[in-house]
C-alpha cells in the first residue's frame, strides 16, 4: 500500500475546513476475539464506507477459513486492545491506508487512551480508493466470471468487504513489524487476498480457478 512510516499528507485548505465544520463520529466495532476492538473514526454523514469497515471485521473475518485466518495469528498477537482506524474518502498521496508510528496519532485516539486506560495505536483508511482498487485482476476476473450476473451482487460485496480488511492487516503488520520491508509485507497480504477470494469462490460459488496460493 505504497508503503511509507508517516501520516498521510494532510488534506487541502478547503477539504480540511469543510471536514472541520462537519465534525466527525466514532462506531466501535467488536470483532471476533482474535482481533482487538476497533473505533472507526469518519466524516459526519460518510457512514457507508464505515459500516463496510464494520461488516468486514464483525462478519466477513469469520467467513474466511481458519487456516487462512491464522496466518495473522502473529500479528494479531502483536497488537494493542484497541485500534483507531480514521476512514476517509481518498488520501492526497493517493496511498490506500497509513498506520501512524507512536507520536503522530491523532486527538481522538489520545483521548480514547486517556479515558478508558487501554493502549491504542491508529491508522488511516482511504474507503473509496479501495473500493477502486485490484490487487490480483487475473484471480477477480476468474471470480467474478464464476459468480456471474446471478451472484456478482454478493461476490462484489465479499471483494469489498475483503479488501478493507486485507488493507487493515496490511498496516496491523507494519505496526507488528516496523523493521520489514514493504515487498515482504505487500507479499504477505496479497498471498492472503488471494487465497481467501479463491476460497470464496470454491466455497460459495462451487468452482475452483487455481489462482490461490
Not at 456471474?148 to 478493507?164: H, I, K, S, V
Request: charged share 25%; proline share 8%; with cysteine.
Amino acid at each position: 500500500m505504497r508503503r511509507r512510516f508517516h501520516r498521510a499528507p494532510p488534506p487541502s485548505l478547503p477539504k480540511l475546513l469543510w471536514t472541520m465544520l462537519r465534525g466527525h463520529e466514532q462506531i466501535l466495532v467488536r470483532p471476533s476475539p482474535e482481533l482487538p476492538l476497533v473505533t472507526i473514526t469518519f466524516p459526519r454523514g460518510e457512514r457507508t464506507g464505515a459500516m463496510e469497515l464494520k461488516a468486514a471485521l464483525s462478519e466477513t473475518w469469520l467467513t474466511i477459513p481458519a487456516e487462512l485466518r491464522a496466518r495473522y495469528t502473529p500479528v494479531l498477537g502483536k497488537m494493542p486492545p484497541m485500534v483507531v482506524v480514521e476512514l476517509r474518502a481518498r488520501n492526497t498521496c493517493r496511498c490506500l491506508g497509513h498506520f501512524h508510528p507512536p507520536g503522530t496519532e491523532s486527538r481522538v485516539t489520545r483521548r480514547l487512551r486517556a479515558m478508558s486506560g487501554v493502549d491504542a495505536c491508529e491508522m488511516d483508511l482511504a474507503f473509496v480508493s479501495i473500493k477502486e482498487w485490484q490487487p490480483a485482476p487475473l484471480a477477480y476476473n476468474a471470480a467474478a466470471a464464476a459468480a456471474g450476473t446471478d451472484r456478482g451482487e454478493e461476490f462484489e460485496l465479499f471483494r469489498l468487504r475483503l479488501a478493507l480488511l486485507d488493507v487493515f492487516l496490511h498496516e496491523l503488520h507494519h505496526r507488528a513489524s516496523p523493521e520489514a520491508a514493504e515487498a515482504e509485507v505487500r507479499g504477505h497480504s496479497g498471498e492472503f487476498y488471494s487465497a481467501a477470494l479463491g476460497a470464496f469462490t470454491q466455497n460459495h460459488l462451487g468452482v475452483s480457478y487455481g489462482l490461490a496460493p
